[in-house]
């Protein structure tokens, strides 16, 4: 089977919306829509999906991030999913292997991720393409914009 990757336009939407609900975040083919347009206007960002037979199987959304404390950039990937039905026939590492050409040809020293602890299988997937869990060295803070009593 040939992979094939490409980038993203609002005609892959629909599929789009419904990998992103496998992984566990609803979303509707509008906002999917409009999440693939905002991205597609930023020059430091990427949505590519990889196809089998001409039918999507895989999302991956990109981000180029400078440094600010030093020169070059940190690549993100902020979204990876492949159909349930799609696992293990390389889709996963298609869409990896092709957006680590895209975050160097983007000045991009290293890519990172995160993944929620309880998807084991992805983490033996990430560290089979030499990703570290890098938790030991850094801690990752998160606080809602939208809570009572922000500090102003």
Do not use: N
């Not at 409009?34 to 895989?58: C, F, H, M, Q």
């Not at 979204?79 to 799609?86: G, K």
């Amino acid at each position: 089977m040939d992979v094939l990757i490409r980038e993203a336009s609002a005609v892959d939407a629909p599929v789009i919306a419904e990998l992103v609900t496998q992984l566990g975040y609803p979303s509707t083919v509008e906002q999917t829509a409009d999440r693939i347009a905002r991205w597609g206007e930023d020059p430091l960002s990427r949505v590519v999906v990889a196809t089998l037979d001409d039918r999507v199987v895989g999302v991956l959304a990109f981000h180029a991030i400078p440094f600010f404390e030093r020169d070059g950039r940190r690549g993100r990937v902020v979204s990876l999913v492949v159909d349930e039905e799609a696992r293990g026939h390389g889709v996963g590492a298609r869409l990896m292997s092709f957006i680590e050409a895209e975050a160097r040809r983007l000045g991009c020293e290293d890519l990172e991720l995160t993944s929620s602890r309880y998807r084991t299988g992805a983490h033996a997937f990430y560290k089979h393409l030499g990703f570290e869990d890098a938790c030991h060295r850094s801690a990752r803070f998160v606080r809602p914009l939208s809570t009572p009593g922000d500090v102003s």
